[in-house]
């Protein structure tokens, strides 16, 4: 910012004319102030003037579109299939081999929990805790894999396994609650035995007859003939 002085010295040698200026013996003789003022103004004239800073842009390139080429493009995901005999396929949910899973864990709870009613009776904490989780198993399996909505997607003669499953499931849970002694109990844990034997057998003999059904509707690639080999 310039001084005032700089400023009333330079409206003074616009009004001069130029000759009084630069041959100031030509013209009268000034006073001191002015000759001062003269000064600063030649020394603000000859001064570069000083410019706001600006700072420099940086040009960053837009990057370059991917072409169609390079583009990486993911396989789509497999469709599930319909059949509950696969659990990855079905989900974890209204399959077949869920409910004999079900009936496994159930029938593990029941075995050891005579053991601790021989001690404690049927109040023991434990047997309580073990008819409790096993009211949970087959209350998941009738209420969400065995749900109608689930059941109506599976194919015909896997929804006739589901139908023995959910039968089964029903008596032993009615079986457990009508249970009032030891052996209620040990007849309870030995049924829950036979329905997750049984439900298993059933359900892995009817995977193996449809693996078999599946491999006989693929056609087999015939094998190269080979030519005997030859004796060195």
């Known amino acids: 910012m310039t001084s005032p002085l700089v400023n009333i010295g330079t409206v003074l040698v616009q009004a001069m004319p130029w000759q009084q200026i630069f041959f100031p013996n030509n013209h009268e003789r000034r006073s001191k102030v002015e000759e001062e003022l003269l000064?600063?103004?030649?020394?603000?004239?000859?001064?570069?003037?000083?410019?706001?800073?600006?700072?420099?842009?940086?040009?960053?390139?837009?990057?370059?579109?991917?072409?169609?080429?390079?583009?990486?493009?993911?396989?789509?995901?497999?469709?599930?299939?319909?059949?509950?005999?696969?659990?990855?396929?079905?989900?974890?949910?209204?399959?077949?081999?869920?409910?004999?899973d079900h009936f496994s864990t159930a029938a593990g709870l029941l075995e050891e929990a005579p053991r601790f009613a021989r001690k404690g009776g049927l109040e023991d904490p434990e047997v309580i805790r073990r008819v409790d989780k096993v009211f949970r198993e087959l209350n998941a399996f009738e209420r969400e894999d065995g749900a109608p909505e689930n059941i109506v997607k599976l194919p015909e003669d896997e929804k006739v396994v589901m139908r023995a499953l959910m039968d089964r499931s029903r008596d032993l849970r009615h079986q457990l609650t009508d249970m009032k002694s030891l052996d209620d109990l040990e007849a309870v844990a030995a049924h829950a035995g036979e329905v997750s034997l049984k439900s298993r057998t059933q359900v892995f003999k009817m995977r193996l007859r449809r693996a078999r059904e599946e491999a006989a509707a693929t056609p087999s690639t015939p094998s190269p003939d080979r030519s005997p080999d030859k004796p060195r």
């Open 39 to 100: 000064r600063l103004a030649r020394e603000s004239s000859s001064s570069p003037s000083s410019s706001p800073v600006v700072e420099e842009e940086v040009f960053v390139p837009p990057s370059s579109p991917v072409s169609p080429q390079e583009a990486v493009t993911l396989p789509p995901p497999p469709t599930p299939s319909v059949s509950g005999f696969s659990q990855v396929a079905a989900g974890g949910k209204a399959c077949s081999v869920c409910g004999a």
